[in-house]
């Protein structure tokens, strides 16, 4: 005669799958984090109730609210913006500037972009807002 047994409950669980998606989470933040440390101007534009909407291919020159200064993605000092400007404006066939300052940026730093716009010889230029 034969008895049957009991079937054991397993002492311990299997953590290998635990194991794979720990890693698979270490990999995701890892990745990602990367991503988010890439550079870019944070510009709170100032609203306006009477601003249009206006696409072109123009050169823009953003103004941080710590008053740095950046054409396109690259930094560029105050002083130097004429000469950055002349050369964008001999380089390309636009002949319109699009200053986005931040709404935070002091008056006389704005100014001080501007002064050197017109220095650099062009033809017109545009202050950026947000519409309403």
Do not use: W, Y
Not at 20 to 28: A, C, H, N, P, R
Not at 87 to 103: G, V
Request: aromatic residues 4%.
């Amino acid at each position: 005669m034969r008895f049957e047994r009991r079937k054991r409950v397993p002492l311990h669980t299997n953590i290998a799958p635990l194991v794979d998606v720990v890693f698979i989470l270490l990999l995701f933040f890892m990745v990602t984090s990367h991503i988010s440390l890439e550079p870019s101007i944070d510009i709170k534009l100032p609203q306006s109730k009477t601003s249009q909407p206006h696409e072109s291919n123009e050169i823009v020159l953003s103004i941080s609210r710590e008053g740095q200064a950046f054409i396109g993605e690259k930094k560029i000092e105050i002083d130097e913006i004429c000469s950055a400007v002349r050369e964008r404006l001999h380089s390309s066939n636009t002949k319109s500037i699009k200053i986005k300052a931040d709404k935070d940026v002091s008056v006389g730093t704005l100014i001080q972009v501007v002064d050197e716009v017109r220095l650099s010889g062009a033809p017109g230029f545009s202050i950026v807002t947000e519409g309403m």
